[in-house]
């Protein structure tokens, strides 16, 4: 599978800067590394055409050059003569030829275009169907905001390529810095809207000071005052005054606040770590877990095992399955080497050219969000034996009929790509407006999530309310119940995709209905999604005493 190397999303994010002055036609390709590799192609084209351009007017320039220096010589030689020098019928001949035929020459030399057709290429591929166009650096630029605010990554360290702790060679300059700051700014990240102003300010070279630095004062002064930083503000627009005289009617409009107190309180980047974890909302429990704060304690991570699993059919007899038990209640386990990287490399032929931006479940019918930045494509079964072999490992894994299963859904994560938290069960509402497909064959009983890649950094699957955070392993599999024994659906499975910080992640989605699985997983004779099994006999216990 194609992938940019992993030397950085910055590195991304400049390719993206740059693109983006050239291009302009409305494809996607931040969403997924893998598009993002072919846009990559593209721009080697497009260098190679500018080359070419370079190449042309370089040669043009160069005879022009030579030219001036020989006309130089001769219109030199013939002042040093004076009158003599035109007594020789040969010096008149050349200065008539020159200001003839020479002179005609180079007048049409330099009206000339050169270069014309590598030009006409060039714009003929900055037209391509998947070129990006300006959304795509808002995307990045989202994509990178999302993984210092998710990771608590440090301004400073983000811009001298330095990711959670590794560093990378690509480094931000001013401008990129406050590029960053202002979409931070437009999307309500105040906080880091003022580190990366900050930020600008330390980065900028003498030569973009007089053109960047009243800018980057100017919104500084108005992060400030929004956040309440009221001496920030008046040393910034102080220094504002300093460097534009003019700038009075801008300060004016400041005029009126006044610092509550002397002490100047810091802006932090990020807010404090929270100490009650029951008072956040789902979005920070996600978070929390995909930086890895919120995990289990030593204690919770005492009851589990792992080990060969042999139970959910006589083949395993013979070759048992690696499992490792992540909890119990809700059930999820991670399957190890499960899928092999000849059937990876067939699942990529079918996959190629042919993945789009992901979408969601919405009130009426499925949309693109910001909330989960991914492409994928649906695949079914009948397209190769491989799909069926795949489904056929499932069934032994899981002890679950594969046949009403949905196709094959593969994903691919781009900058900053995640998925934010939610549970793949379908909700009333998404039956009622017809968003199921197949819906007589009725809900989500269980996932299997198959990691094709690796990831160097970030790119996780969380589950806040049971502490985990699995991270992507090649050839290994995730599997849960999405459902209770009763059909209801099991809040408890709650995930979300990380943000991936560096590398691509390819994953492959099983989503297998509840249709004639009730031999497989029959109901229990109480209604599970209201009391565990737990609660029931320690009930029937205390009723005995």
């Known amino acids: 599978m194609l992938f940019l190397g992993a030397e950085s999303k910055l590195g991304a994010l400049l390719a993206v800067l740059a693109c983006v002055a050239w291009c302009g036609a409305s494809a996607e390709f931040y969403s997924s590394i893998h598009a993002m590799s072919r846009v990559f192609e593209y721009e080697q084209q497009m260098l190679q055409h500018m080359q070419k351009f370079v190449a042309d007017n370089e040669s043009k320039l160069d005879f022009l050059r030579a030219r001036l220096d020989e006309f130089e010589r001769e219109r030199n030689e013939a002042q040093q003569w004076g009158v003599a020098y035109f007594e020789s019928p040969l010096n008149k001949y050349l200065l008539s030829k020159r200001l003839t035929r020479d002179w005609q020459h180079i007048a049409n030399l330099m009206a000339a275009a050169t270069g014309k057709k590598p030009l006409v290429r060039l714009q003929r591929l900055r037209q391509q169907e998947h070129m990006p166009n300006a959304q795509e650096l808002e995307g990045a630029i989202d994509g990178l905001l999302r993984l210092q605010s998710i990771y608590r990554l440090q301004t400073s360290h983000v811009a001298a390529g330095i990711l959670d702790g590794v560093a990378y060679s690509t480094q931000l300059s001013a401008q990129h810095c406050l590029d960053i700051a202002q979409q931070a700014l437009r999307d309500e990240h105040l906080q880091l809207a003022h580190a990366w102003l900050l930020e600008a300010n330390s980065r900028l070279a003498n030569s973009d000071r007089a053109r960047l630095l009243p800018l980057i004062l100017r919104q500084l002064g108005q992060v400030k005052a929004r956040l309440a930083h009221i001496g920030g503000v008046n040393g910034t627009l102080q220094s504002l005054k300093e460097l534009e005289p003019g700038s009075e009617s801008y300060i004016n409009n400041y005029k ?279 609660q029931l006999l320690e009930l029937s216990e205390s009723q005995i005493a």
């Not at 995990?295 to 395993?316: N, S, V």
């Not at 999820?332 to 990529?348: K, M, N, R």
């Not at 050219?353 to 695949?379: D, E, L, M, P």
Request: aromatic share 10%; charged share 20%.
């Open 256 to 534: 009126d606040l006044q610092p509550p107190f002397d002490e100047l309180n810091p802006v932090e980047e990020h807010p404090p770590l929270p100490e009650n974890l029951t008072e956040l909302s789902e979005f920070d429990l996600y978070r929390y877990t995909c930086n890895g704060y919120i995990k289990p304690t030593p204690a919770e991570l005492r009851q589990l095992r792992c080990g060969y699993m042999t139970e959910t059919h006589p083949f395993l007899l013979l070759a048992p399955l690696k499992v490792e038990e992540l909890s119990h209640d809700p059930l999820l386990v991670l399957y190890h080497d499960v899928i092999y990287q000849s059937e990876i490399d067939t699942l990529a032929r079918l996959t190629k050219n042919k993945i789009h931006r992901a979408t969601v479940t919405g009130n009426n019918a499925s949309v693109v969000s910001n909330s989960r930045t991914s492409q994928f494509t649906f695949i079914p079964k009948t397209r190769h034996k491989v799909l069926r072999t795949i489904d056929q490992r499932v069934a032994d894994m899981t002890d679950l009929n594969m046949v009403f299963a949905e196709d094959h859904q593969l994903a691919n994560y781009g900058i900053g790509g995640h998925y934010a938290q939610h549970m793949d069960w379908f909700t009333p509402n998404a039956f009622e407006t017809k968003q199921v497909a197949n819906s007589e064959m009725g809900n989500r009983i269980a996932t299997v999530l198959f990691y094709l890649t690796d990831v160097e950094q970030g790119g996780g699957t969380a589950f806040p309310v049971l502490k985990q955070l699995l991270k992507p392993k090649k050839y290994a599999a995730a599997f849960w119940y999405n459902l209770h024994a009763s059909g209801a659906g099991d809040v408890r499975t709650m995930h979300g995709a990380c943000p991936i910080i560096v590398g691509s992640k390819w994953v492959l989605n099983r989503w297998i209905r509840e249709f004639v699985q009730s031999d497989r997983r029959p109901c229990h004779l109480w209604d599970d999604s209201q009391v565990m099994l737990s």
